[in-house]
């Protein structure tokens, strides 16, 4: 998913907006994370892009798209750019003496709470 969001289009409520951009984001996610990873691959891991335009936009972790969302809406932003790539990926075996301690986060596991 690569596109340009708008958040004050004429004759909508920008706060209804944000809300229908984070659900078309949330969806997109989940759909991905449907598919079958290739085979040698474990989950879908997400490479993101976050800013005001495309050319400007920065590297994020999915856990942060939310909140920066929030932030540009509050900053009375017209307009951000949001760029979600899923790539196949393998959860990395824990080093020894790591049982029990801090484990991996959860591939379902988007940053948006529901």
Known sequence: MKKTFQ???EGKHPDRVLEAIKHEIRKYVQRERRRVPPKGSDYWEFDCRFGATEEVAESV???ALAKLMDGVAAAEGTKFYVEILAKPAQFK?????MVGERRAPHPEDDGFDD
């Open 7 to 9: 958040l004050r289009p």
């Open 61 to 63: 972790h999915l856990g």
């Open 93 to 97: 075996p824990r080093p020894e003496g």
